[in-house]
């Protein structure tokens, strides 16, 4: 038996470390930073950000002494060896949660500058009080159609000119990029990046920044593309180009999957995968991205044989592939996370996928508040959040399916149990048909995008097979709109009423909880046993 003035043992020295069940050994620092800049960016409002900062700002000044003061007492390590295990017990705890407020605060302080920058890209309070008569700017993403075949650009104004009675002002941004959403009946496109002139528009919703512009080739002009930008547009036309030679009637399906283009999509295939819990998949992620990085990998390892050479081959295709298709959260993501991933490894840091995470959401937001506020944002990372903590633990559920099937099925009920919350309070519903039609879908998706970008190197050599290949396509389409009609059939579930909506998400959470809680459920069951 030991006394209480005897040197801790090496393991109960690490458990001191911890602090009310938080062991900042086992999470990373970074989580609780990236969640605590979440939680003030997305549940507080923009108003009271200076007080908050300033708040956050004091009580991680009270913490970093604290945890100076402890970080000096470990150099000294004859203080360990001779006082009592509860004087250790009390300074490890108590340092616990300084560091713990600490990256709190720090995370906090983050969020609320977040919100400050998202400011500077709200669509202009002068806009509700005046006409727009014209604008210039620079186009954030490539313009996109809708359903009644208009251009739909989201614009970073420079300048603009507003009219009133007797009155006639321009104002300017030389620094920040407030944005507007353009509506234009013009038949061309606008990349991204490519500078634009309104003359004659019109507004839609002033103050939503929504905005119409008249028919008139006078009324947009456009200055020519930089050498760089003309480069990534060539290289998406032409892909998109070779995309609809290969892929028959499947072409619509096949440009929404390889290079996130949803005009040509028919309404009755957008509301089919949409009522089969699918809709995730027409628009391109990370999902997509780790197919087709996949598929290169394994290609370059019949050259590369060195590992990390591989990695960083894999990472450059995913970085040049998003650069060209266009950039999108989803894709961003998954970019920012093999690239922290990649560096992380070389510098002998290896993190868990939680930790990447963080950083990737920390950058994405600090670099672009306003896409942080998008659903597919939001999705993408609740996605993957599922996908890290919950998949390994379906499938201890699901230990006794095949492999094959275990983790696929596994992986789509993490998905929907994480992104339940948001599907049920933004659309009222939870469709459990798409755990099976995700499931059933999946290799087929990825088999067809394979076969799309394989088919698209070999109809070059080989234009002649480009009808056989077509042909193929079409099949393969056929099979993967067969996977949504099942999932379409099943039932799901509706939440109209507010009260409805939070049963809902309460079983949602529960079911989680009692998931996550599995391997803990299943191991005292088996230590009472052996007690018994």
């Known amino acids: 038996m030991r006394t209480g003035h005897e040197k801790p043992h090496a393991a109960e020295c690490d458990l001191l470390k911890g602090f009310a069940g938080f062991h900042l050994s086992r999470v990373a620092p970074v989580v609780w930073f990236a969640l605590s800049s979440a939680i003030v960016f997305y549940a507080l409002p923009a108003k009271p950000c200076i007080p908050v900062f300033c708040a956050f700002l004091l009580v991680g000044l009270a913490n970093v002494r604290s945890s100076f003061l402890y970080l000096a007492c470990q150099e000294d390590e004859s203080r360990w060896h001779n006082e009592p295990r509860q004087h250790v017990e009390a300074r490890a705890w108590t340092n616990g949660i300084s560091q713990f407020f600490l990256l709190i605060s720090i995370g906090a302080i983050a969020g609320a500058a977040c919100l400050d920058l998202e400011k500077s890209n709200d669509t202009p309070a002068e806009l509700s009080s005046f006409q727009l008569s014209a604008c210039s700017g620079v186009a ?273 009920l993490a998905a929907l149990c994480s992104t339940a919350l948001i599907q049920i309070d933004t659309f009222g519903t939870l469709i459990l048909g798409g755990i099976i039609a995700s499931t059933l879908s999946g290799p087929l998706i990825l088999v067809f995008m394979w076969s799309l970008l394989g088919s698209c190197l070999v109809s070059v050599a080989m234009p002649f097979l480009s009808g056989i290949l077509a042909l193929w396509h079409e099949w393969i389409y056929e099979a993967i709109v067969l996977t949504m009609r099942i999932g379409k059939a099943l039932p799901g579930i509706v939440a109209e009423t507010a009260s409805e909506k939070a049963l809902l998400g309460t079983a949602v959470v529960a079911c989680s909880l009692c998931v996550y809680a599995s391997p803990y459920i299943e191991w005292h069951r088996y230590y009472a046993k052996r007690v018994g």
């Open 140 to 412: 954030c993403a490539d313009s996109q159609r809708t359903k009644s075949d208009n251009l739909l650009l989201t614009l970073g104004l420079d300048e603009m000119e507003i009219t009133s009675v007797g009155f006639r002002a321009r104002l300017s941004w030389p620094k920040c990029k407030p944005r507007l959403t353009i509506i234009a009946d013009f038949a061309g496109d606008i990349a991204a990046g490519q500078r634009v002139h309104f003359t004659r528009i019109s507004a839609i919703d002033a103050t939503k920044g929504l905005y119409f512009a008249e028919a008139d080739r006078a009324g947009l002009l456009h200055d020519p593309l930089s050498s760089i930008q003309a480069l990534r547009w060539a290289c998406k036309k032409a892909f998109r180009s070779q995309v609809a030679k290969i892929s028959g009637s499947a072409r619509p399906l096949a440009e929404a999957l390889l290079i996130g283009i949803r005009d040509d999509l028919d309404a009755d295939i957008n509301t089919l995968f949409r009522d089969a819990g699918c809709s995730h998949i027409l628009s391109l992620s990370g999902q997509h991205l780790a197919i087709l990085g996949t598929l290169v990998s394994l290609l370059a390892s019949k050259f590369i044989k060195n590992k990390a050479v591989l990695d960083w081959v894999s990472f450059c295709f995913a970085t040049l592939y998003t650069w060209i298709v266009g950039v999108s959260p989803p894709l961003l993501r998954s970019v920012y996370m093999l690239g922290f991933a990649l560096v992380f490894r070389s510098l002998d840091r290896p993190q868990d996928g939680l930790a990447v995470l963080a950083y990737c959401f920390v950058l994405s937001v600090l670099l672009d508040p306003d896409s942080a506020r998008s659903l597919s944002f939001i999705l993408s990372y609740a996605a993957m959040i599922g996908l890290i903590v919950l998949a390994p633990r379906w499938q201890n559920v699901l230990w006794r399916l095949p492999p094959f099937l275990a983790a696929p099925l596994a992986a789509s």
